[in-house]
């Protein structure tokens, strides 16, 4: 499931999301990569021990916390602390696939994430830079994104995905990954698709009993299918 989710941040956050990643200390972008990754990498990023990153991360999880298109679509269990990265000056990262088991946290507590639904949030707007497009690959080809300032998009984690090189400015993004209850991606986009049609059935004053119905099938597929 590839989906658009606008409007995460709101106008103040960006802005002070900004502020503070113009003033920040990037580092390489390979130190995060294993060797295949490195291979193909050219970018910056906020160092993982960097107190700014803690920061602006938290910042960010709590606004996918108050996000219900974030909640429905994603359904997380866990989340990897959000991380920063800059692409200027011809910077890319070439087609690759995200590694299954993310480990998080530091020496003595350190745990492991599987990643299920990745996630890339534009801090910046696209006409400030050229370039820079996530290009995901599936089945039905390949999607160029390059969303507004503020706005997610987020994919299943097995897709084969790159950044265009950036030949103009620089795009600024925070990227991370989720755990879901539901593992399967086209279980997710049913129980997505569910919610919708529930929510629209509310709005439009239907049945009571039915819309009931619907939402007791919605939270019991949830059951069957959630792994917590």
Known sequence: MLLHVPDVLTADELAHLQRALAAADWADGRETVG????????????PDASPLK???????????????????AALPLRILPP??????????YGFH?????????????????????SCTLFLNA??????????????YGEHDVKLPAGDLVLY?????????????????????????????????????????????LRVTGADPGAVLQLTGVYHNLLRRWSET
């Open 156 to 200: 299943p984690s097995s897709s084969l995905h790159k950044v265009n090189p950036v030949t103009r400015g620089a795009r600024v993004a925070s990227f991370f990954w989720v755990q879901s209850m539901v593992r399967d991606d086209g279980a997710r986009r049913m129980l997505l698709e569910m919610d919708g049609a529930i929510e629209k």
């Open 97 to 117: 696939v995200d590694g299954a088991v993310m480990i998080t946290g530091t020496d003595g507590q350190r745990s492991h994430l599987r990643s299920d639904v």
């Open 54 to 72: 803690a920061e602006l991360g938290r910042m960010v999880l709590a606004a996918l916390e108050r996000h219900p298109l974030f909640f429905a």
């Open 35 to 46: 060797v295949q990754g490195a291979q193909v990498k050219r970018n910056q990023q906020l």
């Open 83 to 92: 991380r920063f990265n800059r692409y200027q000056g011809g910077g890319e």
């Open 126 to 139: 696209p006409e400030e830079y050229d370039g820079g497009e996530l290009v995901i690959s599936d089945t």
